[in-house]
């Protein structure tokens, strides 16, 4: 049942007194000698003053690492240098609790059968340091890459803390990437090692990926071993290692020391229109951000049980790694969202005294879709969304439903930079479709078409400032080309994120989603979830997708593709209804000039719809050439959108 009546902007949550004096950020306003000002004050400072704040941050958390007599910030975009002189090492920071509190819990691992393991922060680092000394074995030491086929289990995260220990590099997919897509990132890479578990469950099957282990190492010509892990009791063909061997020997655990921008991981783009970038993230500055954000914007620390539902082969992967940094536990779970039914991952938060969950906007849209009403959340104090903007009456259904008198903090940012520019803070107010803030340390601005700043108009996401997480290179770009084009070719020495956003004069944010698949009808340009909010708020539809075929300089048609719910159908009376909504809410130009119904809208394995290539396939360009469908969760509908 859909939550009506819910405005754009409607207050909905606002922080006690209490929740504002305990709040991390206060602490930290407090020991700057900043503790009467206001959040924007405070954001206003970090971001003309960047050398003094991400300074305050490495000193505040006490950053394992020397600091060196370099300055904080040397250069500007897209050559932007922090701290040089600093060394540090990621794993070092992460594991810093197994010295100070042993025996807190650092992961609780739950899959789909039910099955719970644990480990404590000691436990961790000695695992760690048995697959630091087994991956020595191999011959991995500094700038070596390490990669892994792995699901969200403890044993991706011990080998991504055992790789940073080295100095070498992490780079994972899930086992649900097929074989072209998987070897799209990974041959770019040039692993040493490959970490590889024979198959996975999901939704109640089991998926055997020997087959696909072999055909991705045979397109590592660099591969020196593949590790398997037997989820499914399949035995390594002779000449490779099993984890238990990599693992068998005990050894003290040791930290490389590494420049502030070594690299620590690649992620990668989608992938869904060419060959997906590989994107560097340095250790220095993915510690300091994940320290900021996960502390002050999510107010996360050593009593926190963090859970965010996600995948080894998605960036919120890593960020949920962070919570490490700041000494929390976390939980990881293997399985599907969905089984046995839509309250799987809300069962999980009940049960593990959760305080922190995060999902995806899409998820909490389908428990609202399932009339859920969740409980045993006593101990969840807040709430994370991403992934796509979270539409006003999916915030309605939270404080409805779930729990009136906690923060629901919507962010937007991605894998480029591995966190969030704008988001929530426990000292603002939670208001419906409104993203509370601009990040600490993230000069967000929008720009007309222009070039100029914009407050109260939708505009396109820029960065003006460079931050610590931006990547500090591609991989295999040694003239910079490839990364400058990505992000500095609109606006030189600004980066252009690609959404649009409106800056409240309050400082919220609101995000319409992508700015290279805007829907522009007689000169009105407008975002795509301006249009999926009205669209999905139809019980009847599950899922939707909107195009706009127009070029420059001439308008085209406006396709609505709408997936049913089960037992529902795409009934006359639905499409007048659905006509009329559109009318009324949008604009009389965004009536789609057809509506049809497909058997499943095209998603990324991340989950994002596939709005430009299904454009671009609607204007002609071959299915083969618009996306790779190895990037896909769901290939096969692709041909449900080709042209008649």
Excluded at 27 to 48: F, K, P
Excluded at 383 to 405: C, K, M, N, Q
Excluded at 551 to 565: H, K, P
Excluded at 613 to 625: A, H, S
């Amino acid at each position: 049942m859909a939550v009506d009546g819910v405005e754009e902007g409607a207050l909905l949550w606002e922080p006690t007194a209490d929740v504002v004096a305990n709040a991390r950020i206060t602490r930290y306003a407090e020991w700057l000698g900043r503790g009467e000002a206001g959040y924007e004050e405070l954001w206003q400072w970090s971001v003309d003053d960047l050398a003094g704040f991400w300074s305050s941050i490495w000193d505040y958390f006490g950053v394992v690492g020397e600091r060196g007599e370099g300055p904080v910030l040397g250069g500007t975009m897209p050559k932007a240098e922090w701290f040089p002189g600093a060394t540090l090492n990621y794993a070092a920071n992460a594991l810093r609790r197994a010295d100070t509190a042993p025996d807190r819990l650092a992961i609780i691992a739950r899959d789909e059968r039910g099955t719970r393991t644990t480990l404590t922060y000691a436990e961790l680092r000695d695992e760690v340091a048995r697959v630091r000394a087994g991956l020595v074995r191999l011959g991995v030491g500094p700038g070596d890459r390490v990669a892994g086929y792995l699901p969200n289990v403890p044993e991706a995260l011990i080998a991504l803390l055992a790789t940073a220990s080295l100095g070498a590099v992490w780079s994972s997919c899930s086992p649900d990437f097929g074989v072209p897509s998987v070897t799209d990132r990974f041959a770019q890479i040039d692993p040493k090692v490959l970490i590889v578990v024979d198959g996975y469950r999901y939704n109640g099957k089991e998926y055997d990926r020997t087959q696909a282990v072999r055909d991705i190492a045979g397109k590592l010509p660099g591969l020196r071993a593949t590790v398997w892990i037997r989820a499914l009791g399949t035995t390594p063909a002779d000449g490779d290692t099993e984890w238990a061997d990599l693992r068998a020997e005990a050894a003290p655990m040791a930290y490389e020391p590494v420049a502030f921008g070594h690299p620590l991981w690649v992620l990668y783009s989608s992938g869904t229109t060419g060959l997906p970038k590989p994107i560097v993230h340095g250790h220095g500055g993915i510690v300091l951000e994940h320290l900021k954000t996960l502390s002050f914007h999510q107010d996360l620390g050593e009593d926190d049980v963090f859970f965010w539902y996600t995948t080894t082969g998605w960036m919120m992967w890593n960020y949920l790694a962070g919570g490490l940094l700041v000494g929390a536990t976390l939980v990881l779970y293997d399985g599907s969202a969905t089984q046995p039914d839509t309250a799987a991952l809300w069962d999980i938060v009940a049960e593990e005294g959760v305080t922190y969950f995060g999902t995806g906007a899409p998820y909490i849209m389908a428990s609202l879709k399932a009339e859920l009403r969740p409980t045993g959340l006593d101990r969840l104090r807040g709430i994370g969304s991403t992934g796509s903007p979270l539409p006003p009456e999916g915030f309605a259904w939270v404080y409805t439903h779930v729990r009136p008198d906690i923060p629901l903090g919507s962010f937007a940012g991605g894998t480029d930079v591995c966190t969030g520019f704008v988001g929530a803070v426990p000292l603002l107010p939670v208001r419906a479709g409104v993203i509370p803030c601009r990040c600490l340390g993230a000069r967000i601005e929008s720009f007309d078409p222009e070039g100029a700043p914009v407050v109260g108009e939708v505009g396109e996401l820029v960065l003006t400032a460079p931050m610590p997480s931006m990547p500090v290179m591609f991989w295999n770009d040694p003239s910079g080309d490839r990364y400058r084009d990505s992000y500095f070719a609109e606006y030189p020495g600004v980066w252009r994120h690609g959404d649009w956003l409106k800056i409240l004069p309050d400082g919220g944010c609101v995000i319409y989603g992508r700015s290279d698949s805007t829907l522009n009808r007689g000169g009105v340009r407008m975002g795509t979830s301006e249009f999926y909010r009205v669209v999905e708020r139809f019980t009847e539809i599950a899922d939707s997708l909107v195009i706009d075929t127009g070029r420059l300089g001439q308008e085209g048609r406006l396709l609505l593709y709408v997936t049913m719910a089960p037992g529902e159908a795409l009934t006359d009376d639905l499409v007048s209804r659905l006509r009329a909504a559109l009318r009324t809410e949008l604009s009389p130009r965004h009536v789609p000039d057809a509506i049809h119904e497909v058997p499943g809208i095209p998603r990324t394995l991340s989950g994002k719809k596939l709005e430009v290539p299904v454009r671009k396939i609607l204007l002609g360009t071959p299915v083969e050439q618009a996306a790779n469908p190895d990037a896909m969760a769901n290939p096969e509908v692709l041909s449900h959108f080709i042209p008649e």
